[in-house]
């Protein structure tokens, strides 16, 4: 695991924390969530992930409240969308 070294080492019991929360990844399948205003990547989600997020995008600055259910297919229909027109 890769440490930033300007900043002191994790305690034991946060280190061994990531170190499983890597491992129950690892087999789960992961989906990008896209900014819906400009489709800039904002994060990898996993199949685990339920609910709502706040979000902020690095790149347009949209700032609110994803329900990822409504997110899940937001590439395909993205696709179906440009199709279209």
């Known amino acids: 695991m890769e440490l930033n070294h300007k900043y ?3 305690d034991e019991d ?3 924390k990531l170190l499983r929360s890597r491992r129950e990844v690892e087999e789960m399948s992961e989906r ?3 900014c819906p205003v400009c489709n800039y990547l904002i994060a990898g989600v996993y199949g685990d ?3 709502h ?3 902020k995008c690095r790149k347009c600055k949209f ?3 994803l329900n990822l ?3 899940r297919r937001m590439k395909r229909y993205h696709r179906e969308y ?3 027109k």
């Open 53 to 55: 997020i706040r979000i």
């Open 82 to 84: 440009t199709d279209k």
């Open 14 to 16: 946060i280190v061994d």
């Open 49 to 51: 992930k339920s609910g």
């Open 8 to 10: 002191p080492a994790p």
């Open 63 to 65: 700032d609110g409240v």
């Open 69 to 71: 259910a409504y997110f």
């Open 32 to 34: 990008e969530l896209r």
